[in-house]
């Protein structure tokens, strides 16, 4: 598995960008795809994850209401659609694959793409 992250960058608070992964590599049906971010000094923390095969997602508390994931079945692509952002969301974000079971912590996943650096100015 290969997971490709882009769409990073810098923005005023209050901004939106939108993440995507592009994956590769077998057949996506039955994973579930996330993304983590990791600010310098801390620990690599959930932000959403979808399964592949349906709508089902979940969002951590910081970013529900802000933060939008998807996926398009055809582009093997992920999204994260962040809006409304804030300096607390600065980070390198990363986005991970699992096959089958429904994790909300960077332990629970086996495939991880490069992070992309995301970058809220006050």
């Known amino acids: 598995v290969q997971l490709q992250a882009s769409g990073g960058g810098l923005v005023q608070a209050g901004g939106s960008l939108r993440l995507s992964c592009a994956a590769s590599?077998?057949?996506?049906?039955?994973?579930?795809m996330g993304w983590f971010r990791q600010a310098p000094g801390k620990e690599r923390e959930f932000v959403a994850a979808?399964?592949?095969?349906?709508?089902?997602?979940y969002y951590a508390a910081s970013v529900k209401g802000r933060f939008t994931i998807s996926r398009d079945n055809a582009k093997n692509v992920v999204y994260l659609q962040m809006n409304s952002l804030k300096p607390e969301d600065t980070a390198a974000y990363y986005c991970?694959?699992?096959?089958?079971?429904?994790?909300?912590?960077?332990?629970?996943?086996?495939?991880w793409g490069q992070g992309t650096q995301v970058t809220v100015s006050s």
């Open positions: 590599g077998r057949t996506f049906s039955n994973y579930v």
């Open positions: 979808i399964r592949w095969n349906d709508n089902g997602a």
């Open positions: 991970a694959a699992e096959y089958g079971s429904f994790p909300l912590n960077a332990k629970g996943y086996d495939y």
